[in-house]
């Protein structure tokens, strides 16, 4: 059974930083990328960042670039996200997702809509909320 699980989210204040991670199961990781996206409420679901997990290759969304950074773990099959110098606006509901493509998942971080059927996994998601 393929697994995504999310974590790590919380209360922030403004400035502050959360470190989420994405645990996988089920899939051969190293063959795929996984990719963080966001929803925020009101809002469609948004690209954060990816990592390919075969060559370590990664993408940014503009609005994380020098904050954010994606890292992988493959002897845990786990993927973080740390997330420094957090605004207000980076509250959302964070998911992350796999796909064996990562072309396909670098147009999706730069893309204001994304659709579940756009990545072949899903987790459920982990809520960041950032006070001002």
């Known amino acids: 059974e393929v697994q995504l699980q999310a974590s790590g989210g919380g209360l922030v204040q403004a400035g502050g930083f959360l470190r989420l991670s994405c645990e996988a199961s089920g899939f051969s990781f190293g063959d795929y990328t996984i990719g963080w996206f966001r929803q925020a409420p009101g809002k469609e679901r948004e690209g954060v960042s990816c990592?390919?997990?075969?060559?370590?290759?990664?993408a940014y969304a503009d609005s994380v670039k020098g904050r954010f950074t994606i890292s992988s773990d493959s002897s845990k099959n786990t993927v973080y996200l740390q997330m420094n110098s957090l605004k207000p606006e980076d509250t959302a509901v964070y998911y992350c997702a796999a796909s064996d493509d990562f072309i396909h998942t670098i147009v999706l971080v730069t893309t204001p809509l994304v659709r579940v059927l756009d990545m072949d996994y899903w987790g459920k998601g982990t809520l960041v909320t950032v006070s001002s």
């Open positions: 990592i390919n997990n075969s060559d370590g290759r990664v």
